[in-house]
Each structure stands twice: as structure tokens, then as C-alpha cells.
């Protein structure tokens, strides 16, 4: 079974911190994506990436960058924290254009 | 541009009662067609998805979708819903070429069932 791993569960960071979000999938596939979930806003794209050291924005990129160094991790960064930036963030990876699997997610709760 | 509908956002049904759920899309080609499942506090998994052929295809937990060129649709369907089947349902479009290479999901449509 493909497996999509986050570094954690649940976060509580402060307004300003620097706050990393971790991401490894295990069956090497090329594409991975960061998303955000919101209650009414269902899923939207904040980075993805196709391949190592590749990235592309999607659609609210704002505030966040993210770094695809190895096949398997990607990682999404949030270089100083807002509180607009709580949130529900889901990693997914995908093989061509195959469906997508999807991490547990990580719930975001900066104060 | 892609989109994709989902136009009720919460609806309740009893347990063993039938279920659709609806999905409209707007593309200028055949998409692929996914829908996912979210329970509470956890990932999206994969229900069923389309991409040519049989225009009626079935997913795991006893769903079944139906694609519909002439509709723009791909509801979701289940004959006799379960009390484990609560959760949120994402229909998600894609994905598209052209280098922006993404799914697109609805705003999902919540799904409560009354024992």
C-alpha cells in the first residue's frame, strides 16, 4: 500500500515562528502536493512539485514556500506564522496521472 | 476555466436509506473523475475515480458514481447507506495538462445519517 506519512498530527505554534511541515511518501512517486483545508473551502493548492528540486505555486502560495530536496520528502514551510494560517494542511503524492493518496493531515493552530 | 460543484454542502439521510450525491464539473475535455471520502480528523481516501470506458463505475464501501458527458455530472450513489458512512465527500476533477499538471475538488458536501 502506498503510504504518505506527516511529521505531526497536531501543531500549536506563535505568530512569527518559523514552523515546518514534513511530508514522506514511500512509493516513489514523482509528483507531491501540499494543500490547505478550510471549513466551506474544501481543498485548495498551495505548492506542488514534479520532480526533485521542482516546484510549482498553486493557488494561494502566498506565505509559504516549500523545498523537495529528496524524491520521497517534500515540505512545506511557513517563514513566519499568522494566525489567517490555521488550518487543515493534507500532503499528497500521485504517480503520472494516476489518483492521488493523501497524508492523515496536519492540524495547524498558530496563536 | 476548471471547475468543479458540489452543490449540496450538507445533507442527512437515515441509516439503509438510498444516497446521491452530485458533482458537476466544467471542462473543455474528458476529465478524470475522482471521488474521496474524509472521516473526521483523518486524510482523504480514494472511493472511486474514472478515466474512459465503462461510464458507470464502482468504488470500495459499496459506492458506485456515474459519469454523465451530456450532464457535466459524476454523482455518487450508494443503495443503502450504513451509520459508518458519515463523513465528508470531495469530488475532484483533473488531472490537466499543460504544465499546471492538478486535481480540482469541490467544497465537499457533508454527510450525517440518522440512526
Known amino acids: 500500500d502506498v503510504k504518505v506519512t506527516q511529521s505531526s498530527r497536531y501543531l500549536v505554534k506563535r505568530t512569527g515562528e518559523k514552523v515546518f511541515l514534513e511530508c514522506v511518501q514511500d512509493?516513489?512517486?514523482?509528483?507531491m502536493f501540499w494543500y490547505r483545508q478550510d471549513p466551506g473551502l474544501g481543498l485548495r493548492l498551495i505548492y506542488f512539485?514534479?520532480?526533485?528540486?521542482?516546484?510549482e505555486k498553486g493557488d494561494i502560495p502566498e506565505g509559504y514556500s516549500v523545498s523537495r530536496e529528496k524524491k520521497e520528502r517534500f515540505s512545506l514551510i511557513l517563514e513566519s506564522a499568522s494566525t489567517n494560517q490555521t488550518s487543515m494542511y493534507l500532503c499528497?503524492?500521485?504517480?503520472?496521472?494516476?489518483?492521488?493518496?493523501f497524508g492523515p493531515g496536519t492540524r495547524l493552530t498558530v496563536l | 476555466a476548471q471547475s468543479v460543484t458540489q452543490p449540496d454542502i450538507h445533507i442527512t439521510v437515515s441509516e439503509g436509506a438510498s444516497l446521491e450525491l452530485r458533482c458537476n464539473y466544467s471542462?473543455?475535455?474528458?476529465?478524470?473523475l475522482f471521488w474521496y471520502v474524509q472521516s473526521p480528523g483523518q486524510g482523504l481516501q480514494l472511493l472511486l475515480k474514472?478515466?474512459?470506458?465503462?461510464?458507470l463505475v464502482q468504488g470500495i464501501k459499496g459506492f458506485e458514481a456515474e459519469f454523465k458527458r451530456s450532464q457535466s455530472s459524476f454523482n455518487l450513489r450508494k443503495p443503502s447507506v450504513h451509520w459508518s458512512d458519515a463523513a465528508e465527500y470531495f469530488c475532484?476533477?483533473?488531472?490537466?495538462?499543460?504544465?499546471?499538471?492538478?486535481?480540482?475538488f469541490g467544497a465537499g458536501t457533508r454527510l450525517a445519517v440518522h440512526p
Open positions: 512509493m516513489d512517486h514523482e509528483n
Open positions: 471542462y473543455g475535455a474528458t476529465p478524470y
Open positions: 474514472y478515466f474512459s470506458g465503462d461510464t
Open positions: 499528497a503524492s500521485r504517480k503520472g496521472a494516476n489518483e492521488q493518496f
Open positions: 512539485s514534479y520532480d526533485v528540486k521542482m516546484k
Open positions: 475532484a476533477v483533473g488531472p490537466f495538462s499543460g504544465g499546471y499538471n492538478k486535481l480540482i
